[in-house]
């Protein structure tokens, strides 16, 4: 009996280091479990890009949509790690949180964009309409309103917020930034149809 133990104990640590099967990308895989689908095609984009800030970042998404709390957390923190100062990464983690219904965490990282690049007016732009979408109004303007500081004469950046604040119920807030896209572009038609369309889209005709 014990002669064999030697030999269990080599067979059980040779079974614990063998590594996992590959993932096969193949119709079955697409169409089965949603968790391994996220968790295999983030982990394959990782391998691919180990290093990228923002695959890392898009990577720790996929991990949180798939549950995968720990994983995430680590993806999101290796990708600060390498761009701590890009405002596109951050905001990519931030979202992530707050589309799973992490807010503090959220608008802890949202706000690392405002310190650590605060010249960035796209990502402060995406940050405000992110807020907006789920109802956050008066955070979403405070980032609206550094954008608007940095470029007065952002017409499309006004006419996507007005819009991300109407699709969410605030039509006065959203009023407000039409009126000042409209003054701004008064013979844009891109913009008027824009804002025809947001009414539209969202039904908003009361």
Not at 48 to 69: H, Q, S, V
Not at 78 to 84: D, P, V
Request: glycine share 6%; net charge positive.
């Amino acid at each position: 009996m014990r002669a064999l133990l030697p030999f269990a104990c080599a067979t059980l640590s040779l079974c614990a280091q063998a590594p996992k099967p590959a993932v096969v990308f193949d119709e079955a895989f697409f169409a089965g479990d949603r968790r391994a689908i996220l968790e295999g095609c983030a982990d394959r984009a990782r391998a691919i890009k180990p290093k990228d800030a923002m695959y890392l970042a898009e990577c720790g998404r996929a991990y949180l949509a798939a549950m995968d709390l720990p994983r995430a957390t680590e993806a999101f923190k290796e990708a600060e790690s390498r761009e701590a100062k890009d405002g596109q990464v951050l905001r990519l983690i931030a979202q992530a949180w707050l589309r799973h219904g992490y807010k503090s965490e959220a608008l802890e990282g949202y706000e690392k964009i405002a310190v650590r690049d605060p010249k960035n007016k796209e990502a402060l732009a995406q940050t405000a309409v992110d807020l907006a979408e789920v109802g956050l109004a008066n955070e979403s303007e405070r980032y609206m309103g550094l954008v608007a500081s940095l470029d007065k004469d952002g017409w499309e950046r006004f006419l996507a917020f007005g819009r991300a604040l109407l699709v969410a119920g605030q039509r006065k807030k959203a009023a407000a930034w039409f009126a000042r896209a409209a003054a701004l572009k008064p013979n844009e038609e891109k913009l008027f149809l824009g804002m025809a369309r947001a009414f539209a889209e969202t039904q908003s005709l009361m």
